[in-house]
């Protein structure tokens, strides 16, 4: 969607390399979401953000750390990226996260070699 | 956890026909929607449908919170219509850690021509 994107939308990392996925939003959502999707699991929440500056755990967070210095940027750090982290990245965003519709950027295929 | 099953997960029809997508979830949800993944990995949202009943052209869709389920219909499908269809739901009672909406494993739909 236009007012999502996210960066870069491949990449290819060595194991133990650190990573930095950004999504970047002109909407003004107060709620961002970082997920991964894997074949068998369909996608699973990483992190997400409820402010600047106040983001919490997901589901699957472990290897995974997060910030928000500003409303539209949220990005995805891996500290020390492994096999098991390739997968392809979602970002969404949220007006309200219980009751509103959820927008997703393209994603970001990152394999960890 | 909350538990999101998706039926059936395969689906392979000729253009034209019509077809219904189910979404069982094990506990009360205030927001629920239907995403449609294409061939080219977009996440596009079809409805956000936490009860009720919507449509928006060929589609449409219905969710009976109560009886925690939610159907998805497809009438003359097209090829266009080819991909993953997922559902997703957020806990009424969800508290802190893990928010964000919990998908299903999707139901993949092929249309032949």
């Known amino acids: 969607d236009a007012g999502i994107t996210q960066s870069p939308r491949h990449k290819v990392t060595e194991t133990g390399t650190p990573v930095t996925l950004r999504c970047h939003q002109t909407?003004?959502?107060?709620?961002m979401y970082w997920y991964r999707q894997d074949p068998g699991h369909g996608l699973r929440l990483i992190h997400y953000s409820y402010g600047v500056k106040d983001t919490d755990k997901g589901e699957v967070s472990d290897g995974y750390s997060v910030s928000r210095s500003k409303t539209e940027d949220f990005l995805l750090t891996l500290e020390s990226a492994t096999s098991s982290q390739t997968s392809v990245y979602f970002c969404a965003i949220s007006e309200s996260y219980g009751n509103y519709g959820y927008t997703f950027g393209s994603g970001t295929r990152l394999t960890v070699v | 956890g909350i538990q999101v099953e998706q039926s059936p997960p395969d689906l392979i029809l000729q253009e034209g026909a019509n077809s219904t997508l189910r979404c069982n979830f094990s506990?009360?949800?205030?927001?629920l929607q239907w995403f449609h993944q294409n061939p080219w990995g977009q996440l596009i949202n079809l409805f956000y449908?936490?009860?009720g009943t919507k449509q928006n052209g060929r589609l449409s869709a219905t969710t009976v919170a109560t009886e925690r389920y939610s159907l998805l219909y497809i009438s003359s499908s097209q090829t266009t219509d080819s991909g993953v269809y997922f559902c997703?739901?957020?806990?009424?009672?969800?508290?802190?850690?893990?928010?964000?909406?919990?998908f299903g494993k999707g139901t993949h739909l092929i249309i032949q021509p």
């Open positions: 997703a739901v957020h806990l009424t009672y969800s508290g802190g850690g893990a928010d964000g909406l919990t």
């Open positions: 449908i936490p009860s």
């Open positions: 909407e003004n959502h107060r709620y």
């Open positions: 506990d009360s949800v205030n927001n």
